[in-house]
Protein backbone atom coordinates (compact mmCIF):
# COMPACT_ATOMS: atom_id res chain seq x y z
CA UNK A 1 0.00 0.00 0.00
CA UNK A 2 0.99 3.64 -0.05
CA UNK A 3 1.97 5.12 3.17
CA UNK A 4 3.62 9.03 3.86
CA UNK A 5 3.96 9.68 7.47
CA UNK A 6 4.63 13.09 9.13
CA UNK A 7 4.11 14.63 12.48
CA UNK A 8 0.73 15.78 13.07
CA UNK A 9 2.25 19.50 15.16
CA UNK A 10 4.97 20.75 16.05
CA UNK A 11 5.43 23.74 17.62
CA UNK A 12 9.01 26.40 17.46
CA UNK A 13 9.96 29.92 18.52
CA UNK A 14 10.71 32.67 16.17
CA UNK A 15 13.71 32.77 15.26
CA UNK A 16 14.80 29.39 15.50
CA UNK A 17 15.60 26.13 12.97
CA UNK A 18 12.79 23.30 12.49
CA UNK A 19 12.96 19.84 10.77
CA UNK A 20 10.13 18.46 9.54
CA UNK A 21 10.38 14.73 8.83
CA UNK A 22 8.96 12.21 6.64
CA UNK A 23 8.96 9.02 5.95
CA UNK A 24 7.12 6.93 2.83
CA UNK A 25 6.22 3.41 1.07
CA UNK A 26 4.80 3.94 -2.19
CA UNK A 27 4.47 1.24 -4.90
CA UNK A 28 6.41 3.93 -7.47
CA UNK A 29 8.91 6.64 -6.50
CA UNK A 30 10.18 9.80 -9.07
CA UNK A 31 10.70 11.91 -6.35
CA UNK A 32 9.69 13.68 -3.31
CA UNK A 33 7.98 17.31 -2.89
CA UNK A 34 7.20 19.95 0.00
CA UNK A 35 4.21 21.72 0.22
CA UNK A 36 3.79 25.02 2.31
CA UNK A 37 -0.30 25.28 2.88
CA UNK A 38 -1.95 28.34 4.54
CA UNK A 39 -5.37 27.67 6.01
CA UNK A 40 -7.67 28.14 3.77
CA UNK A 41 -5.04 28.59 0.95
CA UNK A 42 -4.13 26.29 -1.68
CA UNK A 43 -0.75 24.39 -1.42
CA UNK A 44 2.70 26.31 -2.69
CA UNK A 45 5.30 24.62 -3.82
CA UNK A 46 8.59 24.56 -1.88
CA UNK A 47 10.91 21.97 -2.88
CA UNK A 48 11.69 18.80 -4.25
CA UNK A 49 13.91 15.99 -4.08
CA UNK A 50 14.82 13.30 -6.75
CA UNK A 51 18.63 12.28 -5.57
CA UNK A 52 19.43 11.47 -2.38
CA UNK A 53 21.14 14.62 -0.55
CA UNK A 54 20.33 18.17 0.55
CA UNK A 55 18.35 20.90 -1.77
CA UNK A 56 19.14 24.00 -0.11
CA UNK A 57 16.51 27.00 -1.23
CA UNK A 58 17.12 30.34 1.12
CA UNK A 59 15.94 29.61 4.49
CA UNK A 60 14.32 25.96 3.35
CA UNK A 61 16.26 23.20 2.81
CA UNK A 62 15.24 19.68 1.90
CA UNK A 63 16.75 16.34 2.21
CA UNK A 64 15.97 12.69 0.84
CA UNK A 65 17.38 9.32 1.22
CA UNK A 66 15.58 6.79 -1.40
CA UNK A 67 17.13 3.67 0.66
CA UNK A 68 15.74 4.75 3.84
CA UNK A 69 12.45 6.17 2.11
CA UNK A 70 12.96 9.24 4.40
CA UNK A 71 12.93 12.98 3.84
CA UNK A 72 13.23 16.32 6.22
CA UNK A 73 12.41 20.03 5.71
CA UNK A 74 14.88 22.34 7.61
CA UNK A 75 13.24 25.15 7.97
CA UNK A 76 16.12 28.46 9.40
CA UNK A 77 15.46 31.81 10.99
CA UNK A 78 11.46 31.12 11.52
CA UNK A 79 9.47 33.53 11.29
CA UNK A 80 5.82 34.11 12.38
CA UNK A 81 4.48 33.85 8.66
CA UNK A 82 6.04 30.27 8.64
CA UNK A 83 3.11 29.26 10.98
CA UNK A 84 1.52 26.85 8.16
CA UNK A 85 0.95 22.96 7.35
CA UNK A 86 3.52 21.33 5.78
CA UNK A 87 2.88 18.53 3.41
CA UNK A 88 5.17 16.08 2.37
CA UNK A 89 4.10 14.30 -1.04
CA UNK A 90 5.71 11.80 -3.41
CA UNK A 91 5.48 11.59 -7.08
CA UNK A 92 3.84 7.68 -7.00
CA UNK A 93 5.19 7.68 -11.18
CA UNK A 94 4.99 3.65 -10.99
CA UNK A 95 1.32 4.37 -9.84
CA UNK A 96 -0.92 6.60 -12.35
CA UNK A 97 0.95 8.66 -14.56
CA UNK A 98 2.45 10.51 -11.35
CA UNK A 99 0.22 11.96 -9.70
CA UNK A 100 0.94 13.38 -6.17
CA UNK A 101 0.78 10.69 -2.61
CA UNK A 102 0.27 13.57 0.10
CA UNK A 103 1.18 13.12 3.47
CA UNK A 104 -1.97 14.34 6.13
CA UNK A 105 0.73 17.48 7.02
CA UNK A 106 2.45 18.73 10.08
CA UNK A 107 1.07 22.20 11.02
CA UNK A 108 3.66 24.42 12.27
CA UNK A 109 3.04 27.03 14.93
CA UNK A 110 5.66 29.54 14.95
CA UNK A 111 5.52 31.27 18.69
CA UNK A 112 7.42 34.72 19.30
CA UNK B 1 -0.61 33.58 -8.03
CA UNK B 2 0.27 30.08 -9.84
CA UNK B 3 -1.63 31.08 -13.04
CA UNK B 4 -4.34 28.54 -12.27
CA UNK B 5 -7.63 29.58 -11.66
CA UNK B 6 -10.50 27.85 -10.24
CA UNK B 7 -14.26 29.07 -9.83
CA UNK B 8 -16.10 29.45 -7.52
CA UNK B 9 -14.12 29.78 -4.92
CA UNK B 10 -16.79 28.97 -2.37
CA UNK B 11 -19.93 26.81 -2.74
CA UNK B 12 -22.91 26.20 0.02
CA UNK B 13 -25.22 24.05 -1.48
CA UNK B 14 -27.92 21.86 0.00
CA UNK B 15 -28.03 18.15 -0.32
CA UNK B 16 -29.00 16.34 -3.41
CA UNK B 17 -28.30 19.36 -5.15
CA UNK B 18 -25.39 19.14 -8.59
CA UNK B 19 -23.03 21.22 -7.83
CA UNK B 20 -20.43 22.04 -11.29
CA UNK B 21 -16.56 23.17 -10.54
CA UNK B 22 -14.52 24.60 -13.41
CA UNK B 23 -10.66 25.06 -13.64
CA UNK B 24 -8.68 27.25 -16.15
CA UNK B 25 -4.71 26.28 -16.04
CA UNK B 26 -1.35 27.45 -17.99
CA UNK B 27 -2.35 27.30 -21.16
CA UNK B 28 0.92 25.40 -22.25
CA UNK B 29 0.40 22.89 -19.67
CA UNK B 30 -1.02 19.89 -20.86
CA UNK B 31 -1.60 17.33 -18.00
CA UNK B 32 -4.39 18.80 -15.30
CA UNK B 33 -5.06 16.99 -11.64
CA UNK B 34 -7.88 17.26 -9.84
CA UNK B 35 -7.47 16.66 -5.65
CA UNK B 36 -9.96 16.52 -3.12
CA UNK B 37 -8.66 17.90 0.58
CA UNK B 38 -10.78 17.52 3.99
CA UNK B 39 -10.06 19.31 7.09
CA UNK B 40 -6.91 18.00 8.43
CA UNK B 41 -6.01 15.73 5.71
CA UNK B 42 -3.86 16.26 2.40
CA UNK B 43 -5.50 16.39 -0.95
CA UNK B 44 -6.25 13.00 -2.16
CA UNK B 45 -6.21 12.43 -5.84
CA UNK B 46 -9.24 11.96 -8.19
CA UNK B 47 -8.33 12.28 -11.69
CA UNK B 48 -6.13 13.35 -14.29
CA UNK B 49 -6.04 14.20 -18.18
CA UNK B 50 -3.34 14.66 -20.92
CA UNK B 51 -5.55 17.10 -22.82
CA UNK B 52 -8.68 16.06 -23.41
CA UNK B 53 -8.14 12.55 -22.64
CA UNK B 54 -8.94 11.24 -19.20
CA UNK B 55 -6.17 8.50 -18.24
CA UNK B 56 -7.22 7.98 -14.53
CA UNK B 57 -9.76 7.53 -12.25
CA UNK B 58 -9.47 7.47 -8.38
CA UNK B 59 -11.77 4.84 -6.48
CA UNK B 60 -12.57 7.99 -4.41
CA UNK B 61 -14.31 8.74 -7.50
CA UNK B 62 -17.60 7.48 -7.35
CA UNK B 63 -20.46 7.39 -10.03
CA UNK B 64 -22.27 10.81 -8.86
CA UNK B 65 -18.36 12.62 -9.54
CA UNK B 66 -17.67 13.09 -13.69
CA UNK B 67 -14.76 15.57 -14.88
CA UNK B 68 -14.39 16.69 -18.56
CA UNK B 69 -11.77 18.39 -20.25
CA UNK B 70 -12.97 19.76 -23.63
CA UNK B 71 -10.68 20.45 -26.41
CA UNK B 72 -7.54 20.12 -23.44
CA UNK B 73 -8.19 23.67 -22.34
CA UNK B 74 -10.29 23.98 -19.05
CA UNK B 75 -11.50 21.68 -16.97
CA UNK B 76 -15.05 21.02 -15.22
CA UNK B 77 -15.64 18.46 -12.46
CA UNK B 78 -19.40 17.87 -11.20
CA UNK B 79 -20.65 16.13 -8.15
CA UNK B 80 -24.76 14.92 -8.55
CA UNK B 81 -26.95 14.59 -5.72
CA UNK B 82 -24.59 16.10 -3.18
CA UNK B 83 -23.81 14.47 0.17
CA UNK B 84 -22.49 16.01 3.07
CA UNK B 85 -19.87 13.83 3.07
CA UNK B 86 -18.55 15.73 -0.39
CA UNK B 87 -17.61 18.98 2.07
CA UNK B 88 -14.19 19.73 1.01
CA UNK B 89 -11.97 21.73 -0.56
CA UNK B 90 -11.87 20.59 -4.74
CA UNK B 91 -8.16 21.50 -6.06
CA UNK B 92 -7.15 21.15 -9.36
CA UNK B 93 -3.35 21.03 -9.98
CA UNK B 94 -1.21 21.56 -13.48
CA UNK B 95 2.44 20.19 -13.52
CA UNK B 96 4.70 22.16 -15.51
CA UNK B 97 5.77 20.22 -18.98
CA UNK B 98 8.33 17.93 -19.43
CA UNK B 99 8.87 13.62 -18.27
CA UNK B 100 7.98 14.66 -14.85
CA UNK B 101 5.57 15.64 -13.20
CA UNK B 102 7.97 18.54 -11.47
CA UNK B 103 6.25 21.57 -9.56
CA UNK B 104 2.50 21.24 -9.38
CA UNK B 105 0.83 24.26 -9.88
CA UNK B 106 -1.98 24.30 -7.36
CA UNK B 107 -4.91 26.58 -7.99
CA UNK B 108 -6.66 28.28 -5.16
CA UNK B 109 -9.14 25.95 -4.86
CA UNK B 110 -13.30 25.73 -4.64
CA UNK B 111 -14.75 25.31 -1.04
CA UNK B 112 -17.75 23.33 -1.12
CA UNK B 113 -19.99 22.99 1.77
CA UNK B 114 -22.61 20.63 1.83
CA UNK B 115 -25.98 21.34 3.81
New interface residues.
Given amino acids: GQNIDQPTEMTATEGAIVQINCTYQTSGFNGLFWYQQHAGEAPTFLSYNVLDGLEEKGRFSSFLSRSKGYSYLLLKELQMKDSASYLCAVNNYGGSQGNLIFGKGTKLSVKP | D?GVSQNPRHKITKRGQNVTFRCDPISEHN?L?W?RQTL??????LT?F?NEAQ??KSRLLSDRFSAERPKGSFSTLEIQRTEQGDSA?Y?C?N?SPGL??????????T?LTVT
Avoid at chain 2, 100 to 109: D, I, K, L, T
Wanted: net charge negative; hydrophobic share 30%.
Fill in positions: TRYYGQGPEFYQLEMLAPVAYEQYFGPGR
